[in-house]
């Protein structure tokens, strides 16, 4: 079954710029998703088709993808940012979630 | 307006089955293309995939989980019903269903508050 690899954890300071890898077997192939997820609440899509974004997510967030890792990048982090974070494929008929990763604002 | 939302029993004995109905409104499960998922996340830890039903009655479930699920759903009502049998322990876990999105590959774009469960005798 396919695996998707990310970080525990990721620490960033205000104001600098976060970046929350998602490793898998020539992932570049793939189209990847990414959820932010804060405590206590359900996923909510942030990343979709590896670089759209859904009405209403900042500018700030933004993906790429290619070769074996994808990357969820966020600008200008804010407080509001810290959440956990996880990717999403789809590979031969099943999604595949990521880890997660917990993105600390410190 | 998307919106889904998760109902079934919060306190499950090990072997007995669970069953979680997803009511949702915004949408129809008649219409070409759409599709809901169920996922599900122990405390603490990561989202799993469970299942996943078409608007054709076509349905797609997690291999490692594919023996105890079944996932049908209710056109009528704007009901999808997941079930799993021989619950253990380790299914504990707040359960969410959600929409289903397709561009070049399938996400999830809305989803339900999610449903604690609890295996416990």
């Known amino acids: 079954s396919y695996v998707l690899t990310q970080p525990p954890s990721v620490s960033v300071a205000p104001g600098q710029t976060a970046r929350i890898t998602c490793g898998g077997y020539?992932?570049?192939?793939?189209?990847v998703h990414w959820y932010q997820q804060k405590p206590g609440q359900a996923p909510v899509l942030v990343v979709y088709?590896?670089?759209d974004r859904p009405s209403g997510v900042p500018e700030r967030l933004s993906g790429s993808n290619s070769g074996n890792t994808a990357t969820l990048t966020i600008s200008r982090v804010e407080a509001g940012d810290e959440a956990d974070y996880f990717c999403?494929?789809?590979?031969?008929?099943?999604?595949?979630f990521g880890g997660g990763t917990k993105l600390t604002v410190l | 307006q998307i919106t889904l939302k998760e109902s079934g029993q919060a306190l499950v004995e090990p072997t007995q089955t669970l069953t979680l109905t997803c009511s949702f409104s915004?949408?129809?499960?008649?219409?070409?293309?759409?599709?809901v998922g169920w996922i599900r996340q122990p405390p603490g830890k990561a989202l799993e995939w469970l299942a996943l039903?078409?608007?054709?009655?076509?349905?797609r479930y997690s291999p490692s989980l594919r023996s105890r699920l079944t996932i049908t759903k209710d056109t009528s009502r704007n009901q999808v019903v997941l079930t799993m049998t021989n619950m253990d322990p380790v299914d504990t876990a707040t359960y969410y269903c959600?929409?289903?999105?397709?561009?070049?590959?399938?996400?999830?774009?809305?989803w339900g508050l999610g449903a604690l469960v609890t295996v416990s005798s």
């Open positions: 039903i078409y608007w054709d009655g076509d349905n």
């Open positions: 088709d590896d670089t």
């Open positions: 020539n992932i570049g192939s793939k189209s």
């Open positions: 915004g949408f129809s499960l008649n219409t070409s293309g759409v599709g």
């Open positions: 999403q494929v789809w590979d031969g008929g099943s999604a595949v």
């Open positions: 959600a929409h289903r999105a397709y561009t070049s590959s399938s996400f999830f774009d809305y």
